[in-house]
Each structure stands twice: as C-alpha cells, then as structure tokens.
C-alpha cells in the first residue's frame, strides 16, 4: 500500500486552504520587512501582511506599496480581477491604473457575453395582463386596463411576499 505524500504544514494557514497558500516570505530574506527605495523616500513593506492579504486573511490596512506588491503577486498566479480586489481591499479601476498590461479591455468583456439575436420593441414586451403592460400604459399617459392593473396588483402582492417580482404570476387572457 502507497502512503501519499502529505502537504508541508504551513503555520497560520487553515488545513483545508494550504494547497492553495501563497508564501510570500519563502522569497525574502529571514527579515519579514522590506525596505525599498523610491524616488519619494524609502518604503517599508511588511511581507506578514502582504502573505495573509494575498491568501485572504487580511487582518488590517495594507500601505499602498504592500497592496501594489500582493496584487502583482496574485496577478502572477493568474487570480481574476474581482478576487484580487477582494483580497487586496482595491476598486477594480485602481487595479487597472496599477497594472494596465492585465487589463481587460471593454471591448474584450463585451464579446464574452452572448449577445440576443432578436431584440424586442417595446410593444412586443409590452402585453396587457402583465405588470409591464401596465407600466407601459402609465409611460404613454393612458389609463391602464383592467387586466393590467389586476397583473400590476399581483406583482405588487408578490413583491410584498418575496421581495421580487420575478416570478410573479399574470393574469389569464
């Protein structure tokens, strides 16, 4: 019988997550602060906090150059955008002024999503029985029929009840 190697034991790191455990301070020095040179004076980098961001247990505030250093570090492993937002405690839009080059462009983000070959007028959408029927007949200014103020009254009804209106049930023909 072969016994599986077992994954190292990494201190602070929940057993179920150490697969997936990022250490950063494998690549430093024994010392867990970095100290880096700037045109603006020297910055101070503490790794602790940069390894705990990176792998989601941020516990305080990173410095700007700290969430600089975990994002490019996630972005190497080729973590999506939303979680190194996340984990880093950044808007979206400040990771891609940090790292234009791993950008996706608007145009790339678009064509990831199937786009319906039939679009709908308004009068299509628009049945009477239905709550959009009736906001249709309040946006042109008319009084509504019977059947959609009923449908109106239901969506209202389920609303209450769940909190949508989706999935509420229309008036029969």
């Not at 602070?12 to 990022?22: C, T």
């Not at 989601?56 to 939303?82: C, V």
């Not at 996706?104 to 070959?117: E, Q």
Request: one cysteine or more.
């Amino acid at each position: 019988m072969k016994r599986r190697d077992h994954l190292p034991v990494i201190p602070g790191v929940p057993v179920g997550r150490q697969r997936d455990s990022i250490p950063v301070l494998a690549y430093a020095a024994p010392d867990p602060t970095l100290t880096i040179d700037t045109p603006t004076g020297p910055v101070h980098i503490d790794l602790i906090a940069v390894e705990r961001a990176v792998n989601g247990e941020r516990a305080g505030a990173l410095t700007r150059h700290e969430k600089q250093l975990a994002a490019s570090l996630l972005f190497d492993r080729g973590i999506s955008y939303s979680v190194i937002a996340d984990r880093v405690g950044v808007s979206g839009t400040t990771l891609r002024s940090w790292f234009p080059e791993q950008a996706v462009t608007t145009n790339d983000r678009l064509a990831r999503r199937p786009r319906s070959t039939h679009r709908r007028s308004r009068s299509e959408e628009a049945r009477c029985g239905t709550r959009r029927g009736y906001t249709q007949h309040r946006r042109r200014g008319e009084p509504a029929c019977d059947r959609c103020t009923a449908a109106n009254t239901l969506a209202d009804r389920h609303y209450r009840l769940h909190g949508t209106t989706v999935g509420a049930p229309e008036v029969a023909a």
